[in-house]
């Protein structure tokens, strides 16, 4: 295979580095003009000037660094020729134009720009729904499609979402900011939210070629733990850092180096990250205490969690203990009613009674037309009616699901189990003699 031309490499580094760097640059330059858009239209800049400059320069060493610098010196260039822009921004004009990096917030109690940008998202002003799709936008550098597949909506409903909340933010003078007592609470249920949607993104890519973002898991996993830091008498925020733990241990087998996807009951468990699965039992500890504590019963995400428990702690797959798994979706169906945990139940039933039982439940689901658009359902639908016998209809299922996914491993995956519904449904077709 040939080498790429210099400037290929480099217009490849500059996409890499931006879908990478893009949630923090956004986050730190907010924190500097105290302005979402702006700090947008800053970060654009600095993109445009590395398409520019990278290509004749060189990829700098640190690529997050360059852009960064670059998106301040496009500001400061901007105050001093741009007087509507420099009225937009008194605070930046001075902060800027008088030191080259801003003083330190110790009052803020976080000093982390992502998470700052999170709870600045989340402001009550802003309804749930657009708060978390401004926060996945913003610091997960989601696209509006990959929010819509999230949340099963539609893609213009979610751009809709973004560009009102931040209109809303400016409006409003919401400052960018961490609250503190009671205000901090209340926004704690949607920040939980978005740190485990952008780790649902990170583990199964919407689209794409590759089957995870391991960047995104990281990025969730930082700041599931910076919340254990912040609120450590919050049992919810154990319960999210403990799901996020024990599902990061899988994420190097749920693939193999031809980048084929892996399902959990073929994974080699050897590959999954003891060292993840110890912080995971060690944060649900501490979440079932946080909870005994304060006479709170065990919530949402230490639930999920003790599901992922549970496969974490068996040695094979055949050896999972599908009873207790079915028990806690049984729970966790009850408590915090959806039909996506309703179809999660559906497989863990299969495994402990069987396919009949599971399309039952699954079957059920699908009446309700909430997840038509869902491509797991009919993948799991598909692969329960495979398991008894019901070829032909299990290969429209999958066909359908295929349909619906824009992520090449699951596509490729689903049209092969298609191929073999065809294939046993000729084989045990009867013949003409």
């Known amino acids: 295979m040939s080498e790429q031309p210099p400037g290929e490499r480099a217009r490849r580094a500059v996409v890499a580095a931006w879908r990478i760097e893009w949630p923090r640059l956004v986050a730190g330059l907010t924190r500097l003009v105290g302005d979402i858009g702006t700090a947008e239209e800053l970060a654009q800049d600095a993109h445009v000037a590395a398409l520019e400059q990278w290509p004749r320069d060189g990829v700098p060493p640190n690529p997050g660094g360059w852009l960064m610098l670059t998106a301040k010196h496009r500001a400061i260039d901007r105050i001093r020729r741009d007087a509507a822009f420099a009225r937009k921004l008194p605070l930046l004009g001075h902060q800027l134009l008088t030191a080259e990096e801003p003083a330190p917030q110790p009052d803020s109690g976080i000093e982390d720009d992502l998470l700052r940008m999170i709870f600045t998202a989340c402001h009550p002003v802003l309804s749930p729904p657009a708060r978390a799709a401004l926060t996945l936008r913003m610091v997960g550098g989601l696209t509006t499609t990959e929010i819509a597949r999230a949340y099963l909506v539609p893609e213009p409903t979610v751009a809709q979402r973004i560009v009102r909340a931040k209109r809303t933010i400016a409006t409003k003078r919401i400052p960018y900011e961490v609250p503190r007592g009671e205000e901090l609470a209340a926004r704690l249920t949607s920040v939980l939210e978005v740190i485990y949607l952008i780790f649902n993104e990170g583990y199964t890519a919407t689209a794409g ?113 599908w009873r207790r798994i079915a028990g806690l979706y049984a729970v966790l169906s009850e408590r915090f009613p959806s039909p996506i945990v309703e179809l999660n139940r559906a497989v863990a039933v299969t495994m402990l009674h069987g396919p009949a039982a599971g399309l039952e439940l699954t079957d059920a689901v699908a ?37 619906l996914t824009t992520n090449a491993s699951e596509k490729a995956l689903l049209h092969a189990r298609a191929r073999e519904c065809d294939n046993t449904a000729t084989e045990s077709s009867p013949r003409e003699g």
């Open 367 to 403: 009446a309700t037309g909430t997840l038509d658009d869902y491509h797991l359902l009919h993948a799991v639908r598909g692969d329960l009616l495979a398991r008894l016998a019901r070829h032909v209809e299990a290969r429209d299922e999958f066909l359908r699901a295929a349909k």
């Open 209 to 321: 070629d590759r089957w995870a973002r391991t960047e995104l898991c990281e990025d969730a996993l930082r700041l599931a733990r910076i919340l254990t830091a912040l609120l450590p008498e919050e049992p919810e925020t154990h319960g999210l850092a403990a799901l996020l733990e024990l599902q990061a241990s899988r994420l190097t087998a749920r693939s193999n180096p031809a980048n084929t996807l892996v399902l959990l009951a073929d994974q080699d468990r050897s590959r999954w990250n003891r060292l993840y699965i110890r912080r995971g039992f060690a944060a649900l500890a501490r979440a079932h205490t946080a909870s005994r504590i304060h006479d709170l019963p065990t919530g949402r995400y230490a639930l999920q969690a003790a599901i992922a428990a549970v496969h974490a702690m068996a040695p094979t797959a055949p050896e999972t203990d």
